[in-house]
């Protein structure tokens, strides 16, 4: 059946776009649930393990467990559920006005551009790889990245529940080389690991600071695992680029030494590393 609907796709290439587009615009609806919700989950963790280590003799409070799919999505302000008809990836925004169908509240336009985003991600992915089991887990590299670049732009947190199954997944397509070598796919997430490892502590040993978080070793560990250590150097020559551009801006305007995240940078390097990294290579090589 799935060689059926792969040579479908490969005989009607506009079907699996529009079929890749309209499904990414509904993971971009559920990863603005994963954006938003993670983060509280985790605090609700970390509130309940604290209560438990401090006060273990007290009864820990029954506070309702927040998950991905529960309770039903509501409005912020009025906390009227969200009806499926006014969850409609982009055009239930459009149709609202970017407004709260019942208090009129404003809804942030971010909802629909990450939205957009996935399906543009995925189209992209689907142009380099066409209809592939190579696209397929392309897809969901990028949906996790999209993800992990707006929790970390957030929060400053790479959550391990995303980055170990990521890094996970690579090592296990890779097993059958499905992007490298199973041999590369270790390396790549050893030596990713290593790299921003030692570069923190020297960091930390030269100024006293901590200049980034274990979530972003993890990441970048996890993008080895996918690509292999070749493509390392890249990535970490962009999301360095970027991040310096990013933080010297931020400088200027703040006018005083903030923390930034890191993680987006590694995820947008990452990522155009794993479609266009070789090519990117070539060319600066001079091949």
């Known amino acids: 059946m799935f ?8 005989q009607n290439p506009t079907a699996l776009y529009i079929a890749v587009g309209l499904f990414s615009l509904c993971i971009g609806s559920f990863l603005n649930v994963v954006i938003y919700r993670t983060p509280k989950m985790m605090e609700q963790e970390w509130r309940t393990d604290c209560q438990m280590f401090l006060h273990p003799e007290q009864p820990v ?17 009025c906390h009227q559920p969200i009806r499926w008809y006014q969850n409609i990836p982009v055009i239930s925004w459009l149709v609202l006005r970017g407004k709260c169908g019942n208090c009129q509240n404003p809804i942030s336009i ?8 996935t399906a543009a991600c995925a189209l992209l992915v689907v142009a380099v790889f066409g209809p592939t089991m190579q696209m397929l887990f ?35 397509v890779n ?5 490298t070598s199973p041999s590369s796919a270790i390396w790549g997430y050893i030596i990713g690991f290593l790299c921003l490892w030692i570069v923190y502590y020297l960091f930390k040993i030269i100024t006293g600071k901590e200049g980034m978080g274990y979530g972003d070793f993890k990441l970048l560990a996890a993008l080895g695992a996918w690509m292999g250590p070749l493509l390392l150097p ?47 290579m070539k060319v600066y090589l001079g091949q």
């Open 175 to 179: 097993s059958y080389a499905l992007y």
């Open 61 to 77: 409070i029954d506070e309702a467990k927040l998950s991905l799919s529960k309770p039903a999505s509501t409005c912020p302000k």
């Open 234 to 280: 890249l990535i970490v020559l962009l999301s360095s680029l970027v991040g310096a551009i990013i933080g010297i801006i931020l400088l200027k305007v703040r006018k005083e030494n903030q923390p930034f995240a890191f993680g987006p940078y590694i995820a947008i390097a990452g990522w155009i590393a794993f479609l266009w990294g070789e090519q990117i």
């Open 3 to 10: 060689s059926n609907i792969i040579s479908y796709f490969i």
């Open 138 to 172: 392309g897809l969901i590299l990028t949906y996790v990245l999209i993800a992990l670049t707006f929790i970390d732009f957030d929060t400053k947190l790479l959550p391990d529940r995303y980055t170990l199954p990521l890094a996970a997944l690579g090592l296990g």
């Open 110 to 117: 971010r909802y629909p551009l990450i939205e957009l985003l």
